[in-house]
């Protein structure tokens, strides 16, 4: 098969003499870039934002697209669909450390962590009341995937009851019931923490807005690990002004985030540079991925 593998894999370069042992290959560092090579003749890709910048019709001989990100939404799904492409994203990769990134988030509102290093930052000897446990909280999961698979077992280590919500209900043992998304406002009313993991679509895309903001249980937690377009940014700052106690955004409707934006100075929602995906252990997940489906690729052909 002929391959194009752009930078977009970090360890590209460790791994491409044994993909040449079965595949001409030809790199590319920069996805914006034009390769060196006929795109016509290339059957497979492994990239993240080739298609941003580059037609996928110009790809005529394409069987096999690998992305190095979890999320598809930055393809054109319609015409992979139609034209029976195999395509492969790096599930599993970052679960574990965005699960970490999830909990992480919830602790700092619920120990008001933001307060206590302005106080140590300041000098200031100052012990905080308000502060909660996770045990026994009610834990809500929009996306039942991989990422939302592995935030329902760190949450459930700590004692706290997981449920989820998915566009496709399934049963999964990691969950104590898994309802359809569609149920949203009801299921909203009593979970103390909400947590978004979901894939950014159609169905999706501004699902979070004051509709099912006002649903929220007065006092509550949000979290979103998913796709910044998922929420509505001004209804999800109406929610903190009136209703949750606070919020962790790691991704936003447009990035990076604009040194105006409203959201740099709320004082209880925790921001963050779309970084909860990042773990040292990923090259490492991300290699055996793409290795495993490229091999299974070949085999199954």
């Avoid at 970490?100 to 930052?121: C, G, I």
């Avoid at 979290?223 to 929420?231: D, E, F, H, P, Y």
Wanted: with cysteine; net charge negative.
């Amino acid at each position: 098969m002929k391959l194009l593998i752009t930078g977009a894999w970090n360890d590209a370069g460790k791994y491409i003499p044994e993909i040449e042992k079965e595949h001409t290959v030809c790199f590319l560092q920069n996805e914006r870039d034009n390769p060196d090579c006929n795109l016509s003749e290339i059957e497979g890709i492994i990239c993240n934002g080739f298609f941003l910048y580059h037609s996928i019709e110009e790809l005529t001989s394409l069987r096999y697209i690998q992305v190095t990100s979890a999320g598809l939404d930055r393809l054109p799904a319609d015409y992979i669909e139609k034209n029976g492409i195999k395509l492969f994203n790096a599930r599993g990769v970052y679960s574990r450390p965005m699960a970490e990134f999830a909990l992480m988030s919830v602790l700092s509102l619920y120990k008001n962590s933001k307060k206590l290093f302005e106080n140590q930052k300041n000098k200031i000897w100052e012990k905080q009341r308000t502060v909660f446990e996770l045990t026994g909280k009610k834990v809500l999961i929009f996306g039942c995937g991989s990422v939302g698979s592995e935030c329902a077992d760190v949450f459930s280590a700590l004692g706290c009851t997981v449920e989820g919500a998915d566009i496709l209900p399934y049963e999964n043992p990691r969950f104590a019931k898994i309802y359809p998304v569609t149920n949203a406002s009801k299921l909203l009313e009593d979970a103390d923490i909400v947590i978004l993991t979901l894939p950014l679509c159609d169905s999706t895309r501004g699902m979070f807005s004051d509709k099912l903001f006002s649903c929220m249980k007065q006092g509550s937690v949000f979290v979103n690990i998913s796709r910044g377009a998922v929420v509505n940014t001004e209804a999800l700052i109406r929610a903190l002004s009136d209703r949750l106690l606070g919020a962790a955004a790691d991704v936003f409707e447009e990035e990076p985030l604009s040194a105006d934006s409203p959201l740099w100075d709320i004082p209880n929602l925790i921001l963050t540079p779309h970084n909860s995906f990042i773990g040292e252990g990923n090259s490492g997940r991300l290699s055996a991925v793409i290795m495993n489906n490229l091999k299974n690729t070949e085999t199954a052909k």
